[in-house]
């Protein structure tokens, strides 16, 4: 998760907002098993939201691997603590996506230039979100769509957490 979340903070508020997405589904979906770690999870998404509304676009401050990887730490010790890994992988789709993106363009590259000799993309560029750039998508127009699928995987994600706690 953390690797994800790093992969995902390459435009402004992309990993942030995504973040607090998934902290938010996460927390409705742990809040039968333990409700501390639903407040835990419900300050991590507020914090989040500080951070974008103090640093929203054009960004002045960078978040870096050490707020990323704490959010990616964050999130997958919440579904530790409670066994809840389905609403994970849910609730942060749009971070497995990213992570996913780059592990499935360095796999094709490799395994294209073992087969043809010259090394060939799925992407224009890895991670996902640059593919879309690339292809003449504005970055608040990226930022906004991750934004409405986070926030649906989100209820889903809360949806699952409930039914199967």
Avoid at 24 to 51: D, K, Q
Avoid at 82 to 98: A, N, R
Wanted: charged share 10%; net charge neutral; hydrophobic share 55%.
């Amino acid at each position: 998760m953390g690797s994800g979340i790093d992969l995902t903070d390459g435009l402004d508020g992309l990993a942030g907002g995504t973040a607090a997405l998934a902290f938010i589904g996460m927390s409705v979906a742990v809040l039968p098993i333990c409700s501390e770690l639903a407040i835990f999870g419900a300050s991590m998404a507020g914090a989040c939201v500080g951070f974008l509304l103090h640093n929203r676009y054009k960004a002045s401050v960078f978040m870096g691997d050490t707020g990323s990887l704490a959010l990616g730490a964050a999130l997958a010790a919440m579904a530790a603590c409670t066994g809840m890994f389905l609403p994970l992988c849910i609730s942060s789709g749009i971070i497995v996506l990213e992570a996913s993106s780059v592990i499935m363009q360095v796999g094709y590259f490799r395994a294209s230039k073992c087969l043809w000799g010259a090394g060939r993309r799925l992407f224009l560029m890895a991670p996902f979100h640059h593919h879309l750039e690339l292809c003449g998508f504005k970055e608040p127009i990226i930022v906004a769509g991750a934004y409405v699928v986070s926030c649906l995987l989100a209820v889903i994600a809360g949806y699952v957490g409930l039914i199967s706690a």
